[in-house]
């Protein structure tokens, strides 16, 4: 045994009780062991670090720290000491020491193909493209092997992505084409993943000339023939072709593809677009309009049973003839497919183009051939349910009168009722065709009870849900469908047990969390709508991490194209608009529901996770709207439905909205620091590193500027909204519910907590006058208007089911504010007692406590303030009783009633301290 | 009828309607970047012409020797795309691909009391190979039927014979 493999097992038997103490999670035990091992061995690195890992565990981070950071300094090439020290810098959240620890390791061995291959990593970690890049080129010349060089490329091909546009123009993308050449010339371009790479570069070049020489010559037919790539080959080689609009060559190979998949419907509407552009251009080509029909027609015979060719040919009469050969079209497919679910789908676009009489006449026609039609399988329900969908597009179920839209819901149980002896059998993890006449008639029953406000279409349509559920357990319609019904009457408690039935969980919270994120809230189910929010916000926290690894995975196995694609994922996410509202909502929550007094507002506040508010600031309107309305079903007439415009003003509203509420979250925030003078954890760390104390004036600045930034905001609120008539609020089912901007402001919520804060301001600023104390008499004038247009409304519709959420809402943004400003008053109390360093206060501990001589003329102001906003408060909890009153569901309100109390608690405590 | 094609990110926000059966587990992000990032050509998704997704198949390849298969990992289909024959579109495509790969045979699991998915796997030419025991935990543990179709490299149909007992999950060996 030679000595250096003897010390190495002595190493290991020394370590290895240390390691398994760390892995049963006896972290206590693991550092006894490893102070033991290290009183005789106190250079171990690797021992040293698994001390670390030990202390990491038992919370002590920042002993561990010092250690991690003077073996760091050591720069370790100990493959132990390496490993576990990775782990270390993970679990204290600072990947960049990673870096530097293998930038050691690669300075001291620069041949180790093992350290660049982990310092490349680390750096993909981090997203350091061009670091990433150097290292995988270092790698290459250590170790010439193929995907090191090709790392290297798709590095610059990220810089290309993420970067400056015009640099990736002119250096990125063509030093990466240059250097995927290279390996071309010399032979060296082997396998298909670098093919596909080189392909995806001058996809970006959007070099489409030279992207089809790739796909056409040697490379390209090699990559097209394995069954993996070769639909990835055909549908790059038309969309180059698209793109360099060469339309010859698009029909050409959209024929090909059609002669192997004659049901690929996108090789359809490439070929009749083409034929179109063709046509249009006066271009000679043998794909003619009527080449393309008798094609279109071949297709039919060849393959009659296959839906593709039928509907291709309504796309080319629609596309290069006229609507009004339409109809015997969409008759003729009916005839042939209605027993389908999804024809109604299929023909939808195509029943938009026809004007009303053609749609009209239409239905009448469908409707005279097939009513008496038997029913005796699920084939001929879905055929019944497909007329009975395309009859409500078609406007059949628009502009009637209550009295007849409530036979046509009669004529529906009928049909549902009289089939059910055929879905019998069917388990109940399917979901039943025949639901389909129940969902359609909750979309009727819905209209009505918006236009009547009577209750008893509510009723109607919950039962008739809540019946179809009973034995169709699965159905999701019918679920979502109750969802925005109990929104709209403010049950959120049903809401949530409804969304917890359909097991919404990780993605779907981000595309379907509009139909509950803040809807909780609102119905004042804020314990629901806090544990919520933390979920859902979870999901966004792990992207990171997730996506981190799977980026790394696809360098490893080469896949580029889904390198791209996954970054292009964690950009959609963590610029998520339900990420931002969701977070601003926990946290106000938090400081809601957590705090009594003035101590734990401070601790709360200092919990906080606030973002930076630079980029807030540059960045709050260019969240994405990841929500999915598609997944409700509709089949309102497409003048009716909900279209693209309402969409966008939606989330327009939204957008609003979120900004106003994480400014007041900062805002009110930064009035605690500064009321207690204190340091948001986040800026201390990087304080300590460049040696400077924010000082109370920073505070101050940090406060008026995050104030006026608020102000400004709300004032562009409140112009867009008077500007603007927001959609009718229920309009339809699909659409999404945006909370009203006009609303909002009538709750007097920002206009208050503006008001305290200009008074926190002016206390600071030691500005004893009457200026001040008028400011101190007013605040709760805001919350008393807000109060009365609330009571007007508990009076006149509080009994109206259909405005009940609303009412709801407005409690909950004044019980909100009534919290809110409770901390804001312990934000100036604490000023009055000479926290947050008030100018010519005398600051320190003993200082602070009693009312500091300045400001003793305030005391009684501040005692009337208080006062006002627990008459508020009382005044409030007198509304909700009468609402509960006024409400025979009381199981709404009880929550409601509850923080009321709790609101009125802070204020008591608050009024105590004086 | 459809849009076959390769499965990509942004798909994930839009599969809801396809995700909310109950008999289709959503899963975590990690898990399809897991797949995209390594079978990309496994995971392949279709499209209706009116712009839905209509249903996805997610898979892989893996093994050594004669044991080197494709597997299906999860093939599903959305309720109103059903009865149009997609989901055997699907499996055709995973098992072209495999065999294109050199793949043996392909596989998947399914649960004994599935009879819809056993019936339908037994339609396209899948066998039950053996029973897995205790495979899906939940309030009450279920076992798997791991069903195979051999496919041309195995001449002699070698991989679908089937086994004579049963065999726990600790026993599979990929």
Redesign the interface.
Known sequence: MSKHSAENSVAERRLRPIYDWLDNGNNKKALQEADKVLKKQPDFQCCRVLKCLALIRLGKEGEAEVILNKVLSESPVDEGALQAMTIAWRELQQPGKICQMYEGAVKKEPQNEEFLTHLFMSYVRLGEYKKQQLAAMNLYKVAIKNPYYFWSVMSLVLQAVEGDPALAKTVHLPLAHKMVQKMETSGKLEQEQEVLLYILILELKEDWKSGLAVLDGPLGIKLAK????R??CL?KRVEFHLASEDWEEVAKLSREELDR?P????AY?QFISAVKELKDKEVTSTYTAEEAEEFILSQQTSHPA???PW?AQLELVSTLQSTALLPPLILDYFSKFS????TF??L??YLAMLDTKQQQELVTQLTNQYCDQPINNI?DI?RDVNLVQLSRFCGNMTNLSNSHLEVEVTRLLAKYNSVQHIVTDM?S???RPPDNYLVLASHLLWDMWNTTKEEKYFMQCTALLYTGLSTSP?N?QMKLMLIKLMNVVGAGAVSYSLHSS???????L???GWLLGRQLSFSGQLGLASQHASQTVK?YN??NK??A???I??FR?G?F???R??Y??RN?LATSHHFLTMDTERQLLDLLLETSIHTQAVQMVSYLELADEDKDSKDWDKRKD?R?M??MASWDPSALGLTKEMVDTSFQTELLYSRTRQLLLKTIASAVYLSEDMVPIKETNSSTTNGEVPSSTSLATNLSNLTSSLQSHWSTCCQVSTATTPPARHAQPKAPSTPSLSSYSQSGQVATMLDMLGVASRIHQVQVDTQTKELMGECSKHLVLGLEALASKIDTSSSKLLERGEILEQVVWLLESVGLSAILCGVVLSLIRGGGGAKGGKKGKKGKGAVQQQFSELVNSYTSMLGDLQEVASKLLELTEKLEANISAESLVTNMSGLAVDADEILANEAGEV | MSTLRQFTCDDLFRFNGINLDPLTEMYGLSFYLQYMARWPEYFMVAESPSGDLMGYIMGKSEGQNENWHGHVTAVTVGPEHRRLGLANQLMEGLEEISDSKNCYFVDLFVRVSNKIAISFYNKLGYTVYRTVLQYYSGEQDEDAYDMRKALTMDVNKKSVVPLDSPVHMEELDY
Do not use: E
């Open positions: 394995s069954a993996s790539y639909n990835f549908a998949l049901d690929q419907w996108s509407t296959m839906r593709g509907l027993t389908k679910p999804v789908s299929d939808a676009k084939g879905c388990v993890t399917d979901l699965s999701w359909l097991d919404i969980k990780h993605l779907m981000d595309t379907l999901l792990h992207v997730d996506t690894d799977h980026i995975t696809a196995s896949t194209y889904q390198i694609d996954i292009k994922l959609r990841n999915d598609n997944t």
